[in-house]
T-cell receptor, first 111, second 115 residues
Framework: DAGVIQSPRHEVTEMGQEVTLRCKLISGHNSLFWYRQTMMRGLELLIYFNNNVPIDDSGMPEDRFSAKMPNASFSTLKIQPSEPRDSAVYFC?????????FGDGTRLSIL | DQQVKQNSPSLSVQEGRISILNCDYTNSMFDYFLWYKKYPAEGPTFLISISSIKDKNEDGRFTVFLNKSAKHLSLHIVPSQPGDSAVYFCAASKIRGSTLGRLYFGRGTQLTVWP
């Protein structure tokens, strides 16, 4: 079975541009988690969904960040406008109960 | 505030010896604990877990021990192999309650196994 699929794997863009990260859940999973990993803060949870409904978005750093689940198998994380301090590796993970299964991440660089 | 702590950022062990990675937590509501392994340029992968009703869980070379009174868990790898070199994350969850499914992660420990 395919795992969690994230795209793109790498994104380099200029400050002020809109960035959209994509995630495809494992079939049958009903929970979706977006994480950000940085040297300073480690692996931090941004937002998570259960059955397509956002449960906790308290980790979303600012209004510039938004996440959606347009259907049960797909999610997007959007940053608009992007800033250099948003540079990090962004992971999504899906689960049905435990454990969570992670994608390989998107390495985002904002110049 | 970090509810799950891994106080050793790195550990170096010789091949064939035991690796012991430690993790402490502060929230007594946690009742399910997991270890993940992460290689560079890949996502974390699930390794082993333990429920709070147990104090030990074993899977091949990997054993996780839970000491609830001390709010401490450890991962033992015996024997260690060079392919075990990775970052190991400890995570905790509250199975019961409103944060269903959420994991709280430690900062990770870089394990290096040398020949």
């Amino acid at each position: 079975d395919a795992g969690v699929i994230q795209s793109p794997r790498h994104e380099v863009t200029e400050m002020g541009q809109e960035v959209t990260l994509r995630c495809k859940l494992i079939s049958g999973h009903n929970s979706l988690f977006w994480y950000r990993q940085t040297m300073m803060r480690g692996l931090e949870l941004l937002i998570y969904f259960n059955n397509n409904v956002p449960i906790d978005d308290s980790g979303m750093p600012e209004d510039r960040f938004s996440a959606k689940m347009p259907n049960a198998s797909f999610s997007t994380l959007k940053i608009q406008p992007s800033e250099p301090r948003d540079s990090a590796v962004y992971f999504c993970a899906s689960s049905r109960n435990q454990p969570q299964h992670f994608g390989d991440g998107t390495r985002l660089s904002i110049l | 505030d970090q509810q799950v702590k891994q106080n050793s950022p790195s550990l170096s062990v010789q091949e064939g010896r035991i690796s012991i990675l430690n993790c402490d937590y502060t929230n007594s509501m946690f009742d399910y604990f997991l270890w993940y392994k992460k290689y560079p340029a890949e996502g974390p992968t699930f390794l082993i877990s333990i429920s709070s009703i147990k104090d030990k869980n074993e899977d091949g070379r990997f054993t996780v021990f839970l000491n609830k009174s001390a709010k401490h868990l450890s991962l033992h790898i015996v024997p260690s192999q060079p392919g075990d070199s990775a970052v190991y994350f400890c995570a905790a969850s509250k199975i019961r309650g409103s944060t269903l499914g959420r994991l709280y992660f430690g900062r990770g420990t870089q394990l290096t196994v040398w020949p």
